[in-house]
């Protein structure tokens, strides 16, 4: 079956996405190592790796820029993160992430939940507004 799936890989262009929002150097090339790993695991062709130290409450950074303008030009399949919140953390701007991409044909994959694509995105935004509502 490993074998099945790597060669189905094989043609999917991944860019991988690292992020932390202090200068946790080591945190950022764990994320890294294991983004790579996994993409080879996968079978994955690894066409470009952002690696950065930025906050998370806005997608208007250096690196999301490098991943829209190759998704743009179709040269990626697969946005590979950690997690979401690697992204941003603020909701409606994930949300307008994922449907960017996905009008790309760009997936966001993390090696622990798969795919995130608009239903698991819109799941997240119910969830972070019943929790604030719940707060106020």
């Keep these: 079956f490993r074998k099945k799936e790597r060669k189905m890989n094989q043609h999917k ?6 992020r932390v929002a ?9 994320q890294k ?6 993409s080879e695991q ?7 790796i952002t690696a950065e130290i ?7 950074r250096r690196g999301m820029a490098d991943v ?3 998704a743009s030009k179709r040269r990626i399949d697969i946005l590979l993160v950690v997690n979401p919140a690697r992204i941003t953390r603020k909701i409606s701007e994930f949300l307008y992430c994922v449907k960017k991409l996905n009008g790309y044909g760009v997936e966001i994959l993390t090696p622990t939940s798969g795919v995130v ?12 507004g019943i929790a604030k509502n719940m707060k106020g």
């Excluded at 202090?22 to 764990?30: G, H, K, V």
């Excluded at 694509?117 to 972070?128: K, N, S, T």
């Design 54 to 60: 930025a906050h998370g409450a806005s997608i208007k």
């Design 42 to 48: 996968k079978g994955f062709e690894v066409v470009g």
């Design 13 to 18: 262009r991944v860019w991988i996405y690292c």
């Design 117 to 128: 694509g608009l239903p698991e995105a819109d799941f997240y935004a119910r969830i972070a």
């Design 22 to 30: 202090n200068t946790d150097t080591i945190e950022l090339e764990n």
């Design 68 to 70: 829209f303008s190759a």
């Design 33 to 38: 190592r294991l983004l790579v790993d996994y």
